[in-house]
Nanobody
Framework: QVQPVESGGGLVQAGGSLRLSCATS????????MGWFRQAPGKEREFVSA????????YYRDSVKGRFTISRDYAKNTVYLQMNSLKPEDTAVYYC?????????????????WGQGTQVTVSS
């Protein structure tokens, strides 16, 4: 199984927190660079965060720095996105994606496999 499977979305008030999970096979988890993207209605899909497969380097879009944290759990073959201090503008469908090159990219076109997405709604 290569396709990631997301979970953990939901409805939360502004200032609240959610943790998204992205589960995949051990092979995928250990070989692929993993990223999170989001897409709001009427907008293009945008990069949120990513983590390398080797040294654990992490990357974030400016608007989520200091609020979101990406991490990998090697025992569970799962990537997490901890989202704190959520804002209404964070509302979107969040997607987990896998990239078959261990190098950073914030372009959706550079990712090879995608999950089905999980809805995050932040109320004001």
């Amino acid at each position: 199984q290569v396709q990631p499977v997301e979970s953990g979305g939901g409805l939360v008030q502004a200032g609240g927190s959610l943790r998204l999970s992205c589960a995949t096979s051990e092979r995928t988890f250990r070989r692929y660079f993993m990223g999170w993207f989001r897409q709001a209605p009427g907008k293009e899909r945008e990069f949120v965060s990513a983590i390398s497969r080797s040294d654990g380097s992490t990357y974030y879009r400016d608007s989520v720095k200091g609020r979101f944290t990406i991490s990998r759990d090697y025992a569970k073959n799962t990537v997490y996105l901890q989202m704190n201090s959520l804002k209404p503008e964070d509302t979107a469908v969040y997607y987990c994606a896998a990239r078959n090159l261990n190098s950073y990219s914030d372009s959706p076109a550079d990712y090879d496999y995608w999950g089905q997405g999980t809805q995050v709604t932040v109320s004001s």
